[in-house]
């Protein structure tokens, strides 16, 4: 039995079987910015092919003169719309075109058919950080259509971005970099989550406790322009002509530019009240001698301020407290499981 899916003639070996290009692009890339490789195959091609009329580089083909065809080929056809040497772009959509691959690799591996040269050819490419776009896309549709998500306050989140903050600190402890690659996925969250209350109306994600601010709407944009703002403001020998040798300086330059920022009244401004007490004593410590501020240790009867010593004195030599005290609490842990007979967490 012949199998009629495929051609049982061999092309004549002298002409020439022409050339097969898939163009694709990302759509995290704005649909017209395309390589300049792509423009010329483009220009210089056949015939240009695409089974989706919405695709969106098509508007900017137009302009550029490129007459597309609104065509679906399988891989038979499109071989033979090859043939006499011509070239044939195709437009794979967004999630490219499986059929249409696996057919060529049938015909290729039948050994039936003279193949025109294939060429996968990138349009464009993701940049770095391009999957952020992904993330903004998703979490704008959760936000629409969860009914959890969709009803997720400012402060009702509040709790969420410490416990995921402390999970990615005990990662960062424990040295698991797949774990710490999740926690850092988990922070990330609730940054993109809180700028996406940020865009609705309302001072507080729409809670009715805050209507102050109402008009003070932002996006995850206005996050990462202010940020990235501060970062060149506050790195002037990285961004300016500024001279920094040591990390020293650097935290100089950066103390400095944060006094004219702010405008503090006082070096405490600013120190969240409610970070661990180790932290904060160690945080008040170290403004306090950054910023000149002649102030002796408070004294006084019991722990809390033998405490306070402790995290000053640590803090003055270049050690954070708080981390120093949970790695001995967690090698008090591993000693109690010891006592008891148990392996250490993770083994």
């Known amino acids: 039995m012949t199998d009629h899916s495929e051609p049982t003639a061999t092309p004549d070996a002298d002409e020439p079987t022409g050339r097969i290009v898939l163009l694709t692009t990302s ?67 967004g999630e490219g075109d499986q059929r249409l691959t696996d057919g060529l690799a049938r015909l290729a591996g039948s050994g039936r058919v003279s193949m025109p040269d294939l060429e996968l050819l990138p349009g464009s490419y993701d940049l770095p950080g391009a999957r952020l776009l992904d993330l903004v896309q998703v979490m704008d549709r959760v936000r629409r259509e969860c009914p959890w998500t969709s009803r997720q306050t400012h402060r009702g989140l509040a709790k969420y971005a410490i416990e995921e903050a402390y999970e990615l600190v005990e990662a960062i402890e ?23 209350i940020a865009e609705e109306a309302g001072g507080d994600g729409g809670d009715g406790e805050d209507d102050e601010g109402a008009d003070e709407a932002f996006s995850i944009d206005d996050v990462a322009g202010a940020l990235v703002t501060k970062l060149i403001h506050r790195h002037p020998h990285v961004f300016g002509d500024a001279k920094a040798e040591t990390p020293e300086d650097v935290s100089a330059h950066w103390q400095r530019t944060k006094a004219v920022e702010k405008r503090r009244a ?30 002796e240790l408070p004294r006084g009867e019991g722990i809390g301020y033998e405490l ?40």
């Open 27 to 93: 759509h995290r890339v704005a649909p017209g910015v395309l390589s300049w490789p792509a423009w010329q195959t483009l220009h210089a091609a056949d015939r240009v092919l695409c089974a989706d009329p919405g695709h969106p580089q098509l508007p900017y083909l137009r302009e550029a003169g490129i007459e597309v065809a609104f065509e679906s080929p399988d891989a038979h056809a499109l071989v033979e719309a090859c043939a006499g040497g011509r070239t044939v772009v195709v437009l794979p959509g």
């Open 174 to 196: 424990d040295g698991d970099r797949e774990e710490l690659r999740e926690e850092l996925g988990d922070v990330l969250l609730q940054v993109v989550f809180h700028a996406r």
């Open 266 to 295: 006082s070096v405490t401004d600013g120190i969240p009240v409610g970070q661990p007490g180790l932290a904060l004593a160690a945080k008040l410590a170290g403004r306090a001698r950054t910023g000149g501020v002649a102030v």
């Open 308 to 347: 306070l010593e402790l995290a000053a004195r640590a803090e003055a030599a270049g050690i954070d407290p708080e981390t120093a005290l949970r790695a001995a609490a967690r090698a008090y842990r591993d000693a109690i499981r010891a006592a008891e007979g148990l392996a250490e967490p993770g083994e």
